[in-house]
């Protein structure tokens, strides 16, 4: 039995910074309000001409092989995550195969939106405990710009996420005491609507449907979230799946050297940070420059982390998530 070890990290954002002002030019919003409630200052949005899912997840990925001193070729398999991919069908993972150049290895994609990342090394790890595979990519990428609501009806949306990607490589670890410990998933499909893009989709509302109705105030085109009710659940999972993973390796709370909190909400990682008595230095927080990047987030925030020397070799470290589904995961880590 191996383990496996995130062997280099990278991350790719787009240069168009947007701040709060700009976008209270477009819609009422003011820099006061998202700054009190989400503590988010500014964010990327993609220029278009530039820019998608797939390129960004591709020069992330350049990056985390690059530092994990590995060739191209060394790829065994792929895993993308991400809410907004560059088409419907087929998935942003084979596009990555081509444009990376990779041998015609396996290329698979997760929809798990901001626990997707999570989810996403999960399923690498098995791949490597196991020994089918040697080194992957793992990839967490998206462009939310695109399909946000940037009118006054969708700012308790549009003004929290942001584009981005963050990529990892998964490689084998002959020492069992080292890299990925464990990781814990979870779900509850019974809150499925209560952050969720409805539309287009093969349940209620297929692109067809639209263009026949060509309604301009459907509001399925665009994410929806109960913002208070994801927030009371997410402090609650949060903690859960902390204290899971920790259990689950006999580990305390006081272990923890950082913990890489999903960036939903800077007032949720201070809460979390608050209950588990954690100091700013054991807690990585970067919303306030990027936004949600949903399952860019974490990679994001981990390459950041790891590029200023706040994580070190032997270093526990606890990867958190929660977004919809609902779903939330987390993985420990000794680094
Ligand atoms: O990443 C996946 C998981 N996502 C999360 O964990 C997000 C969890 N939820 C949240 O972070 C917060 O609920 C939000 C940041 C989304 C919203 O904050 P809130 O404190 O729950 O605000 P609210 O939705 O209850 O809205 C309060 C007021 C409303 O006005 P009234 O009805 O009190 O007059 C909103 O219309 O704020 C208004 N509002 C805004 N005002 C200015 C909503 N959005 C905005 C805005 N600018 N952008």
Redesign the pocket.
């Known amino acids: 039995m191996y383990h496996s070890k995130i062997t280099g990290l990278g991350y790719y954002v787009p240069d168009n910074v947007v701040t709060n002002d700009d ?2 030019k477009i ?4 820099d006061e ?2 700054q009190e ?2 503590g988010i200052k500014r964010r990327r949005h993609v220029n278009t001409a530039e820019d998608t899912t797939t390129s960004m997840g591709v020069k992330a990925a350049e990056v985390a092989i690059q530092r994990a001193g590995i060739s191209k070729d060394d790829i065994d398999f792929v895993i993308f995550a991400t809410l907004s991919p560059d088409y419907y069908f087929p998935g942003p993972g084979v596009l990555v195969q081509r444009d990376l150049g990779l041998k015609t290895v396996g290329a698979l994609d997760v929809r798990n ?2 626990s997707g990342f999570v989810y996403a090394i999960s399923i690498a790890d098995q791949y490597i405990k196991t020994g089918m595979y040697k080194n992957i990519l793992v990839i967490g990428s998206e462009v939310h710009s695109r399909g946000l609501d940037f009118t ?1 009806r969708g ?7 942001g584009d981005g990607a963050g990529a990892a490589i998964l490689s084998r670890e002959e020492d069992t005491t080292k890299g990925i410990l464990s990781t814990h998933l979870h779900s509850e499909g019974q809150y499925a609507e209560e ?1 969720a893009l409805i539309a287009p989709g093969m349940g209620k509302r297929w692109v067809l449907d639209i263009l026949k109705d060509n309604d301009p105030n459907d509001e399925s085109y665009y994410p929806y ?7 009371k ?2 402090v609650v999972r949060f903690s859960e799946v902390i204290m899971e993973g920790l259990q689950a390796n006999n580990l305390q709370v006081s272990d923890i050297d950082m913990l890489i909190p ?4 800077l ?2 990682s201070q809460f979390i940070q608050q209950k588990f008595q954690l100091t700013d230095d054991q807690v990585y927080n970067n919303i306030m420059e990027y936004g ?1 990047t ?1 399952a860019a ?1 974490i990679p994001i925030a981990l390459t950041e982390a790891w590029e200023q020397g706040k994580i070190k070799e032997g270093d526990t470290v606890v990867l958190a ?4 589904g609902f779903t939330w995961a987390s993985a420990i880590i000794k680094w």
């Open positions: 976008l209270s819609m009422e919003t003011n309000w998202i409630r989400t939106q901001c006054t700012r308790g949306v549009s003004v929290i996420f952050l979230m109960n913002g208070q009710f994801v927030f659940n997410a999903h960036q939903a909400n007032r949720i949600n949903t987030s998530a929660f977004g919809s």
